[in-house]
């Protein structure tokens, strides 16, 4: 009788594995678990934020500080940091400039809602770094995806948005439905949604462009959403002529392409868009675009600006539904000028391309030498492995990869290591702060575990 596996490993040593390692965490963070249960109870179930419960070990650590690709909790544990804020810190933390202006900032106000000329600056830099657009200023990404959303359908007066199974765009709840033999519904597990999704979006697979075309063809799809690279279950990397095919299409059948880079600004300056020479009619970018203060950014090319305007002139007097308080304050264009000018540079890009390449060349060498179905993929600085054979090639294959067993005995197991990397997926990052030799642990970490589940 042949011993249950899962991704290759004999489900019972995964399970020892998996147990050891959680009490050797446990053992090692005293003072985190103390302050947890003295402190943590006046949130709700224990965490600020509910996705904070995704970490896989026995119990949060409690952060000290962290600098540069480096967390210290108050354990006196020092971290490699690979996750880097699931990409909000990508480029490190607290970067110098940014930093820098924030002080300076801080002393001049915080938000006033009028621009300064650090946001003329900043709106100059926004095009000489993604592309000419006309920009508008969010404070999250699902915002922004929010916003531009909304202008795709004043200015095509359809009401569908196109999205990709397994896509990844915020919270925003149009991108919130899923693929089920071959129907779009509403995804399984949200809370306290009532509404029927389907009426405002329909959803096909990544790398489908035959199901994009007949939804299109439909006649009432306002835009197409999409994420360059599918990032948040497992990557998948698009096929060859794939983004042609849908700039392609969107014209020919009057939808708007709407390209969400808030993960895959890890693929060069300029993001994946500009890396690729791709033409959105709109682009959406946040989490680490102004450094690690909560900034998006999203813009639309001027043929889009200019359907905006009429159509806005066109309607009632009123509320549009669109913008925060909060968002365009001055903080952030203090920030996005500092990091788009001297922290997301060219070199900086280097730096991340040429040591995420070694880290991806080193977790395909353990994983060849120990033998496990798996793979690795990379985009820019962004590396993730996956428990599965690969390549992926939609959003239910990558689904199906996910091994959460593994992943969250593989994650604690390298954070025992000193190595942190994204609770949701197996993705880490490559800042311009990381060393050659955190890298070089990261893989040392990875070899000594993979040796062990697969000896």
């Known amino acids: 009788m042949t011993a249950e596996k899962i991704a290759g490993i004999p489900a019972d040593r995964l399970a020892t594995f998996a147990a050891r390692e959680a009490k050797r965490y446990a053992k090692a963070r005293p003072k985190a ?9 006046v949130f709700l179930d224990g965490v600020p934020l509910h996705w904070m419960k995704d970490w896989p070990m026995p119990h949060l650590p409690l952060v000290a500080k962290a600098q ?29 400039p940014v930093a820098k202006a924030i002080r300076h900032q801080a002393r001049r106000g915080l938000t006033y809602m009028l621009p300064t000329e650090e946001a003329l600056e900043a709106g ?38 196109l999205v990709f199974n397994g896509c990844y765009h915020g919270t925003v709840d149009d991108a919130m439905v899923e693929l089920v033999n071959g129907k779009t519904q509403n995804r399984q597990g949200l809370m306290g949604q009532i509404a029927d999704l389907t009426l405002g979006a329909v959803c096909v697979e ?38 042609d095919g849908l700039r392609t299409l969107s ?27 791709l033409t959105p009619d709109m682009f959406v970018v946040g989490k680490c675009v102004a450094g690690g203060m909560p900034t998006a950014v999203w813009g639309m090319s001027e043929e889009v600006a200019a359907r905006y305007a009429t159509a806005n002139a066109a309607r009632a007097s009123g509320h549009s539904g669109m913008g925060t308080t909060l968002s365009a304050n001055p903080m952030q264009f203090a920030c996005l000028k500092a990091n788009l000018s001297q922290v997301m540079t060219a ?11 070694r880290l991806s060349h080193g977790l395909r060498k353990v994983i060849t030498r120990v033998n496990a179905p798996w793979h690795v993929v990379r985009v820019g600085a ?50 311009p702060a990381t060393k050659k030799a955190q890298v070089d642990r990261l893989i040392a970490a990875f070899d000594t575990a993979l040796s062990e589940l697969f000896a």
Not at 34 to 39: T, Y
Not at 213 to 241: F, R
Not at 396 to 404: M, N, S
């Open 206 to 243: 990544f790398n489908d462009l035959a199901a994009v075309e007949a939804a299109l063809a439909k006649g009432d799809v306002a835009a197409i959403l999409t994420e360059p690279v599918m990032t948040n279950s497992c990557m998948v990397l698009p096929d060859a002529g794939f983004h």
């Open 124 to 161: 100059r830099l926004l095009s000489q770094t993604f592309g000419p657009m006309r920009w508008q200023i969010a404070t999250t990404a699902t915002d922004a995806n929010r916003f531009a959303i909304r202008v795709a359908r004043a200015v095509t007066g359809r009401p569908k948005i």
């Open 251 to 277: 014209r020919r059948y009057g939808a708007l392409l709407i390209i969400d880079e808030t993960h895959t600004i890890s693929s060069g300056r300029g993001g994946y868009t500009r890396v690729h020479s």
């Open 68 to 96: 540069g690709a480096v967390i210290e909790d108050i354990d006196g544990h020092t971290i490699d940091d690979f996750c880097l804020g699931d990409t909000g810190s990508m480029f490190g933390h607290s970067p110098a």
């Open 382 to 431: 962004r590396v993730e492995f996956i428990c599965a054979p690969g390549p992926l090639k939609n959003g239910a294959e990558a689904g199906l990869a996910h091994q959460p067993k593994v992943e969250a005995a593989l994650h604690t197991a390298l954070l025992n290591q000193g190595c942190l990397i994204a609770p949701f997926h197996n993705m880490m990052l490559i800042s």
């Open 33 to 41: 678990k103390k302050a947890l249960e003295a402190g943590a109870s």
């Open 347 to 357: 070199k900086a890009y280097a730096h991340m391309e040429k040591l995420a390449e």
